[in-house]
């Protein structure tokens, strides 16, 4: 049996019938930047996220970019952010000449711990960007309040976690932006590259616009410097129509968790300690990633490649022990929570369409490979 870790092909049989047809009409019309579909696609993802505006761009990587450009961050500013995430959320901080300021992570729901943010804030420090790693959110209560305290932008990295709740507010909704990736292998993904900032506020929303588009406005007359960050028509429109899907592929993923909570209890491995199970603190999980701490992951992973079985490690190197940034003069050691998570993760396929049968075939296979 060969199980990927994430199956589109599957997900797009579903869809293909109400797809297709849109796609062809936005080809017949060759609208192809800011057609219609881009606003009313942005006007549902703002919706569903309880938020007033949504901003449409190329990627999450630039909304997170983008949003930290509204706000003038650059050369001499700090940025607070988490160790262990994709490497787009302290990307973009340091693209913009300003410093990304790591914090340690929550070794149960592998977020940002908040007990360590204040000491991290200095008269340079301007921005937090919590991000909901896995589709879990952090805790944007604590984040919120130093936020406040001290005059500081919240940038929820939300690019896992669309539709996400704490205690029924939705992941993008707490901050000051909401940034989604419409990444193919996120929970609501196009064609391509896409992504989205979300937020309550006109003005910042009105700001967002105008950057996205080399900061025109009027049509070639520039107040400010922006880029073409703009989201293709055609990727609105195939997020538009997988919008409609969400909840039901949401409730297929925490359902194939659940499962895997049940057979993973049921082998003994977790009595055993051999695998630890992922712990869900928020009201609404969305579960973008299934992901088990484990004992020997490496060999692990190598193993259930070779039985054909589709695993992978987010993330293998903790930010501050990036290459790149070295100048930031961290050292091993420094976050302890984050450099272990990085040694014993390992993400299993949780998409919708997963079945029962090939749950119980991952779960029969890691019992396999600590029996020998
Ligand atoms: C936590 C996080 N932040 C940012 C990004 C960047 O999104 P994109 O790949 O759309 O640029 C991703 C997606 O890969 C992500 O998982």
């Not at 790693?133 to 919120?144: C, E, H, P, T, W």
């Amino acid at each position: 049996m060969k199980i990927p870790l994430l199956d589109l092909k599957a997900q797009y049989e579903t869809i293909r019938h109400e797809i297709e047809p849109v796609l062809k009409d936005i080809i017949e019309s060759q609208y192809f930047i800011m057609g219609p579909q881009v606003k009313e696609c942005e006007n549902a993802v703002a919706g569903y996220s309880k938020c007033s505006h949504g901003v449409g761009v190329s990627s999450g990587t630039d909304a997170l970019l983008i949003a930290l450009m509204a706000e003038g961050v650059g050369p001499g500013d700090e940025v607070i952010t988490t160790d262990y995430s994709f490497f787009g959320t302290a990307g973009s901080i340091a693209r913009l000449g300003a410093r990304p300021v790591f914090v340690d992570i929550d070794p149960v729901t592998f977020n940002i711990n908040p007990g360590l943010i204040s000491a991290k804030i200095n008269a340079h420090t301007k921005a937090i960007i919590p991000v909901h790693l896995f589709g879990q959110m952090a805790d944007m209560d604590s984040v919120m309040k130093f936020a406040s305290k001290h005059n500081l932008v919240v940038i929820e990295d939300a690019a896992q976690a669309i539709g996400a709740e704490l205690d029924g507010r939705r992941a993008g909704s707490m901050g000051h932006y909401g940034c989604f990736s419409f990444f193919p292998s996120k929970n609501l993904g196009c064609f391509g590259d896409g992504g989205m900032v979300v937020t309550k506020d006109a003005a910042r929303a009105e700001k967002l616009a105008v950057l996205r588009n080399h900061g025109s406005k009027p049509k070639y007359y520039h107040k400010i410097v922006g880029g073409n960050f703009r989201l293709d028509t055609l990727q609105a429109a195939v997020v538009q129509a997988k919008l409609r899907h969400l909840d039901d592929w949401t409730a297929g993923r925490q359902q194939n968790a659940q499962g895997y909570d049940r057979l993973f209890t049921k082998s003994g491995l977790v009595e055993k300690n051999m695998v630890k199970l992922p712990q869900v603190r928020t009201s609404r999980h969305i579960f973008n990633q299934y992901v088990i701490r484990v004992s020997r992951r490496d060999e692990l992973l190598n193993y259930l490649k070779a039985q054909n079985i589709g695993a992978e490690v987010y993330y293998p190197v903790p930010m501050h022990l990036q290459e790149c940034f070295a100048c930031l003069g961290y050292k091993n050691g420094d976050f302890p929570e984050s450099e272990k998570a990085a040694k014993e993760t390992l993400a299993l396929p949780i998409y919708s369409e997963l079945n029962s049968v090939q749950a119980q075939h991952i779960v029969d296979a890691i019992s396999r490979f600590y029996s020998t």
